[in-house]
T-cell receptor, first 115, second 115 residues
C-alpha cells in the first residue's frame, strides 16, 4: 500500500517568510510524528500526535513552530518567520498506536532551505 | 531519559565480508530498539526491531541484530555485505516505561561497501 507522503519535497524560502509542510500518513496509522534532520544535530524529535491531539509538544524548537492534525489523518507543520537555522530536512512518520512499540514508518522528507 | 550512541561515524568493508554497525543505548527501564537505513535523498527505512523474546532478531535484506542487555548493546550485522548496502544507518531506542512515544536516534553510521 501507499507509504507516508510529504509535500513539498523541496522548499526554498526567504528569511522571515512563513512555510507550511504537509504530511499524509499511512492509512490506519493513528500516531504521527515530526522529526528534523540537520547536519550536526542528527535526528531531532519535534512533536507527536495521537489522533488529532498532541500530548507532547516539548520538542518544538521555538514558538515559531506549530503543528496540527485534522481528521486523524493529514498533518501540517508550520514555521513562522523562518530563520536560516530552520534549514533542515523535516521528516514525518506514522505508526499504529497499540502497542506504542510498533515501528515508525517515515516519509521521504521535505528539504527546507532558508536563504 | 533515553539515548543512543553509535561510536563509529564510518564503517568501510569489502563486498562479501561481514558487516557490523555498533550501537549502545541508555534507558531507565527496558528498551524497544530499532535499526533504520537511509539512502541518499530518501527517508528512513525500517530494518528491524527488538521488543521482547529472542535476543537475535532478523530483519530485511539479510540484516540481523543481537540484543545484549548486560552490555546495553544492539549491534547490526550482515554476514556478507553488498555494494548496495552502502548507506547511512541509524539505531533508535524508546524506553517502554516512557509516556512519550518519541524515538531517540543515534548520530548515524555511514557504511561504505567497496567492490
Amino acid at each position: 500500500g501507499a507509504g507516508v507522503s510529504q509535500s513539498p519535497s523541496n522548499k526554498v524560502t526567504e528569511k522571515g517568510k512563513d512555510v507550511e509542510l504537509r504530511c499524509d500518513p499511512i492509512s490506519g496509522h493513528t500516531a504521527l510524528y515530526w522529526y528534523r534532520q540537520s547536519l550536526g544535530q542528527g535526528l531531532e524529535f519535534l512533536i507527536y500526535f495521537q489522533g488529532n491531539s498532541a500530548p507532547d509538544k516539548s520538542g518544538l524548537p521555538s514558538d515559531r513552530f506549530s503543528a496540527e492534525r485534522t481528521g486523524g489523518s493529514v498533518s501540517t507543520l508550520t514555521i513562522q518567520r523562518t530563520q536560516q537555522e530552520d534549514s533542515a530536512v523535516y521528516l514525518c512518520a506514522s505508526s499504529f498506536r497499540e502497542p506504542p512499540s510498533y515501528e515508525q514508518y517515515f516519509g521521504p522528507g521535505t528539504r527546507l532551505t532558508v536563504t | 531519559a533515553q539515548s543512543v550512541a553509535q561510536p563509529e561515524d564510518q564503517v568501510n568493508v569489502a563486498e562479501g565480508n561481514p558487516l557490523t554497525v555498533k550501537c549502545t543505548y541508555s534507558v531507565s527501564g527496558n528498551p524497544y530498539l530499532f535499526w533504520y537505513v537511509q539512502y541518499p535523498n530518501r527517508g528512513l527505512q525500517f530494518l528491524l526491531k527488538y521488543i521482547t523474546g529472542d535476543n537475535l532478531v532478523k530483519g530485511s535484506y539479510g540484516f540481523e541484530a543481537e540484543f545484549n542487555k548486560s552490555q546495553t548493546s544492539f549491534h547490526l550485522k550482515k554476514p556478507s555485505a553488498l555494494v548496495s548496502d552502502s548507506a547511512l544507518y541509524f539505531c533508535a531506542v524508546r524506553d517502554i516505561r516512557s509516556n512519550d512515544y518519541k524515538l531517540s536516534f543515534g548520530a548515524g553510521t555511514t557504511v561504505t561497501v567497496r567492490a
